[in-house]
Nanobody, 124 residues
Framework: VQLVESGGDLVQDGGSLRLSCAVS????????VGWFRQAPGKEREGVLC????????YYADSVKGRITISSDSTSNTVYLQINNRKLEDTDIYYC??????????????????WGKGTLVNVYS
């Protein structure tokens, strides 16, 4: 199983940005998928995850209403849409996938495979 993130960029605050995570080896629509981010010197935190067991998407409080997840089964790709970019969105973004679902996916439980990340740098 391999995950490759892309779409990170140096961007001005405001506006939208879409990150991609190309997955090979497992069908994305059958697995729990999540996006996480990490700033230098800080712990990685969950942004959101979509659970395969209940179909629900779980969000970090800081991104509700502004960041969403989607997928394309044809290309086996997962997307993260960031709207109204903020300076605090500056992080390395990682996607992850695993066979088990539930709300704990936002805490990384059950996510067995990870990409190497893509950098989003927001400036004002």
């Amino acid at each position: 199983v391999q995950l490759v993130e892309s779409g990170g960029d140096l961007v001005q605050d405001g506006g939208s940005l879409r990150l991609s995570c190309a997955v090979s080896g497992v069908p994305v629509d059958d697995y729990t998928v999540g996006w996480f981010r990490q700033a230098p010197g800080k712990e990685r935190e969950g942004v959101l995850c979509k659970s395969n067991s209940d179909g629900d998407t779980y969000y970090a409080d800081s991104v509700k209403g502004r960041i969403t997840i989607s997928s394309d089964s044809t290309s086996n790709t997962v997307y993260l849409q960031i709207n109204n970019r903020k300076l605090e969105d500056t992080d390395i973004y990682y996607c992850a996938i695993g066979p088990y679902g539930g709300s704990w996916c936002l805490k990384e439980y059950g996510l067995d495979y990870w990409g190497k990340g893509t950098l989003v740098n927001v400036y004002s």
